[in-house]
Each structure stands twice: as structure tokens, then as C-alpha cells.
């Protein structure tokens, strides 16, 4: 094997929060188990055990859905303070494997193993060596997938899941990209595969029929990455030190609302607490993105910039007023007001300790 070539894995816990539900309560252990919001709650859910996952239910799925689908259901609420303590061992466990680890989220990171402080050669070997040990310090399992980059250990560690570790070769990375779904490409999102189907786009090898001019029309920037990616290339390094692009704040109501002077309070509460946060991470941002969901969960985001720094929670009201009214809220009854400052003006760490947000476009929140 040529001494260019990374070995990288991505480790991802099998549902998470409602493993480690299970885990400290037997009654739960082959249950359908939703962790979230209640069943008759406006929630949602934010994982749900493979036993719940039969009937149809999911992340970010309301509640109420999820209890029609399964209404002998157990739910839970969430105990952060738990899943944040399991996550801390699990990135322990991976530190003692490599400096290089990079968590994208509370259950999940990318490790580069090229070298390893074991000097195991195989990073399958190193891959097995830690899901083994994660079962045995949390006594949970995580699926794990091992590539020579980011883009296929990421799909890989999803191919046997729960429990399951998937090697891509550099041999067999070609038909493997080749049969791969268009929307199991990380990074194309709901959207962007829908102009991908337009185009005709169905998988790997359809997407590797367009030249990159035609990417870059269609996509702009990400037409350079969907390019590569159908190539197997992906040079991202693993960041240990990943930095925050935004900071934000969102919130779903308790009940539909259309008036706009209770939309305004509500959104004066959110910019009060990006200000907070902002001023505690010492930080201000140059773009601020408002985003309504409306009472049909149709979703839009309107963002302004700005070229002096925005950080009180005053200015941040009084820009989110005009973005407000930028959209068909009042107009429309709304279900959920986010608040976000981005092109933050100031390097800011991904929490020590991590951070609950996801980098999925919206968080759940729970009522
Ligand atoms: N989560 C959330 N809201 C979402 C998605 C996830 O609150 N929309 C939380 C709950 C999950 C955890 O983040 O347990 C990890 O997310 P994953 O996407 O890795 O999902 P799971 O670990 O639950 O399941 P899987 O086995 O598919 O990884
Ligand atoms: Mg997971």
C-alpha cells in the first residue's frame, strides 16, 4: 500500500440515546423506546431503540406521528446530562488511539489511525479494537467504518448497522461509490438530491457522468466536492480542533401562534440568549439567519449581513424584526422561531465537552 494512503475511521453509536435508555433500565431492553418529547407533546422524537425503527419512526419525527405509528411506544425523556458523560468515555477511549480524533457530534467522530499510538498496521484491526472496548467501558455498541477518507468511512460505518464494522478498500471503493444512492452521499441534502434526480442523477456512477463544469453550474461551490466524491477522492484532513461556525438558538412553540407582536417577544427571548452566548464565548458574527417553520412545517431561513459585528441581544431583535418580516409569518400561524449568528469574527472551539446541537439542520427541541 503506497505510504500516501490515510487510514480513517468513522465511529457512530447505535441510537444512542436510547441505548444508553435500555442500557440503565432492563424494562426497556426490546421495547420500542422513543426518546423525546411526549407522546401527546407538540416534540419530537430525537432517536428511537431498532425496535422502534420497524414501524416506520425516526429522528426528528413528531411525537404524535411517532405514537400513531406505535402506540405501545415507550417514551423517555432525554437525560443529557448522561448521554454528555458516555460521550466523554467513548472520546476518551478514541484519544487513547490517536490525537487526531475529530467529533462531529455527541455518539460520533472521525479518527485518523494512520498512526496509532497502539502501532497496530490494520485499521480494522485498530476499528475493532475500540468498538470492543466502547462495549466494554459503556457496555453499548457502536458501528464503525473504516476507509482511506472522511466521505467513505462515514458511509461505511452506516452499511451494517447497529453493531457492525465495514472496510472500503481503495480496490473496492470504485463499485462501491458506483452503486451508492444518491441520497446516502453525505452532504447532499433533501434539496440538493432533488436536483440531482432532475438531472437524472441516480447514484455514484450517474454522477460520475457529468464533467465538472456541469457540477459546478448546477451546484456552484459543492460542484468541485460532488465531483470528487464520485471519485472516490476526499482530501479533508481529520480536524482535531474543529471550529464553530455559528451560534444558535431555536425553539418550538407550544401551540401554533400567528400573532407577530408574540413572535417578536419570543424571538426577543432567543436573541437574548445568542447574546449570551456570544458574549460568553467572547465572539460576535457578521450574518444573522432567522428561521420559521410554518404551522404546515413548510421551513424558510432569511439571513442579512452586516459589516460591523453583531453580538447584543438589541441589534440582534431589532435585524430579526426585518427578517421576520421578510416572511409570511402572521400571515401564517408558525410552529418554530431559530435565531442564528454566523461568520463568527473570532475562532471559537467546538465545546470541550461537546455540544448538544447536531449537525443536522434542526435540533429538536422538547415541549
Ligand atoms: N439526535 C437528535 N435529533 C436528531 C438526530 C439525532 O436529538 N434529529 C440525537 C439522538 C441520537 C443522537 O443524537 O441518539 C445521535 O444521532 P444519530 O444520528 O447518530 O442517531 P442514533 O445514534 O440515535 O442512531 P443510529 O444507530 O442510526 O446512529
Ligand atoms: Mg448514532
Given at each position: 500500500m503506497a505510504t500516501d494512503i490515510r487510514k480513517i475511521i468513522h465511529i457512530d453509536m447505535d441510537a444512542f440515546y436510547a441505548a444508553v435508555e435500555q442500557r440503565d433500565n432492563p424494562g426497556l431492553k426490546g421495547q420500542p423506546v422513543i426518546v423525546g418529547g411526549r407522546p401527546d407533546s407538540r416534540g419530537v422524537v430525537a432517536t428511537c431503540s431498532y425496535e422502534a425503527r420497524r414501524f416506520g419512526i425516526h429522528s426528528a419525527m413528531p411525537c404524535a406521528r411517532a405514537y400513531r405509528l406505535c402506540p405501545s411506544a415507550i417514551f423517555v425523556r432525554p437525560r443529557f446530562d448522561v448521554y454528555r458523560q458516555v460521550s466523554r468515555q467513548i472520546h476518551d477511549i478514541f484519544l487513547s488511539y490517536s490525537d487526531l480524533v475529530e467529533p462531529l457530534s455527541l455518539d460520533e467522530a472521525y479518527l485518523d489511525?494512520?498512526?496509532n499510538k497502539a502501532g497496530i498496521l490494520s485499521a480494522t484491526w485498530v476499528a475493532r479494537d475500540i468498538r470492543r472496548e466502547i462495549r466494554r467501558v459503556t457496555g453499548l455498541t457502536a458501528s464503525a467504518g473504516v476507509s482511506y477518507n472522511k466521505f467513505l468511512a462515514k458511509i461505511a460505518s452506516d452499511v451494517?448497522?447497529?453493531d457492525g464494522l465495514t472496510v472500503v478498500t481503495p480496490e473496492q471503493a470504485d463499485s462501491f461509490i458506483r452503486n451508492l444512492p444518491i441520497r446516502r452521499f453525505h452532504g447532499v441534502g433533501r434539496v440538493t438530491e432533488k436536483k440531482m434526480r432532475r438531472l437524472g442523477i441516480e447514484n455514484g456512477a450517474d454522477l460520475r457522468q457529468h464533467s465538472l463544469e456541469t457540477l459546478q453550474r448546477h451546484f456552484g461551490k459543492s460542484g468541485q466536492y460532488y465531483f470528487n466524491i464520485a471519485r472516490g477522492i476526499d482530501l479533508r484532513p481529520v480536524e482535531p480542533n474543529r471550529l464553530r461556525k455559528s451560534i444558535g438558538k431555536e425553539t418550538t412553540l407550544g401551540e401554533d401562534i400567528a400573532d407577530i407582536s408574540l413572535m417578536m417577544t419570543i424571538v426577543g427571548d432567543l436573541a437574548e440568549k445568542v447574546a449570551a452566548s456570544l458574549e460568553q464565548k467572547e465572539t460576535s458574527g457578521l450574518t444573522l439567519t432567522l428561521k420559521v417553520k410554518y404551522a404546515d412545517f413548510q421551513t424558510v431561513t432569511r439571513s442579512l449581513s452586516r459589516d460591523a459585528p453583531i453580538a447584543k441581544s438589541g441589534e440582534i431583535v431589532a435585524l430579526a424584526e426585518q427578517l421576520l418580516n421578510r416572511t409570511e409569518a402572521g400571515d401564517r400561524a408558525v410552529r418554530l422561531l431559530g435565531l442564528t449568528v454566523s461568520h463568527l469574527t473570532t475562532d471559537v472551539p467546538v465545546d470541550e465537552n461537546l455540544q448538544l446541537e447536531l449537525p443536522l439542520e434542526s435540533s429538536p427541541h422538547f415541549s
Open positions: 489511525v494512520t498512526e451494517r448497522k447497529p
